[in-house]
């Protein structure tokens, strides 16, 4: 279920979009940014984005839009060529079922021609600068990508128990 789906425009998106080039843009990155979900694309899953400023603002957005108090457990990108999707999956967390968990996707670049994303069997229409908040739980997939290019942020939160 989307709990939010906004089109907010970053101040700094030219500072994000440098960084992830700078991250992919190295010899080797295909083998050290693989992943098993990603088709034709890298991911930085496996490493912690979550203290670069750059991407602090994402971060932000994310949690304003969740309207709770949310915590980020995961925070990573993927960026795909031309034909590059992400396989049908879920984030469920193996511990922790009791707590409220939050997936969410932000398209820092992505044109008509790059894919949509499907939650739970239905395509959702995604622009560039989208950012997108649903049950850690649906299953989601994205369409393959027809341009040169998709750059996609993902981020899994955690509602913060108040004592």
């Excluded at 030219?14 to 694309?41: A, D, R, Y």
């Amino acid at each position: 279920m989307v709990h939010s789906h906004e089109n907010i425009k970053l101040s700094n998106k030219e500072e994000i979009l440098n960084k992830i080039n700078e991250k992919t843009n190295i010899p080797m990155s295909e083998e050290i940014l693989k992943h098993n979900l990603v088709e034709k694309g890298v991911s930085s899953y496996q490493f912690k984005l979550q203290d670069s400023d750059a991407f602090k603002p994402i971060i932000e957005t994310f949690k304003k839009l969740s309207k709770g108090n949310y915590e980020v457990v995961d925070f990573w990108f993927n960026k795909y060529s031309k034909e590059g999707f992400v396989k049908p999956h879920n984030h469920k967390p193996v511990e922790d079922k009791n707590s409220n968990w939050l997936a969410g996707v932000y398209y820092p670049v992505k044109d008509n021609e790059s894919g949509n994303l499907v939650l739970n069997k239905k395509e959702i229409d995604v622009k560039e600068d989208d950012f997108i908040l649903f049950d850690i739980e649906d299953i989601h997939y994205s369409l393959p990508n027809k341009s040169n290019e998709r750059i996609v942020f993902s981020i899994n939160m955690k509602e913060q128990q108040l004592r």
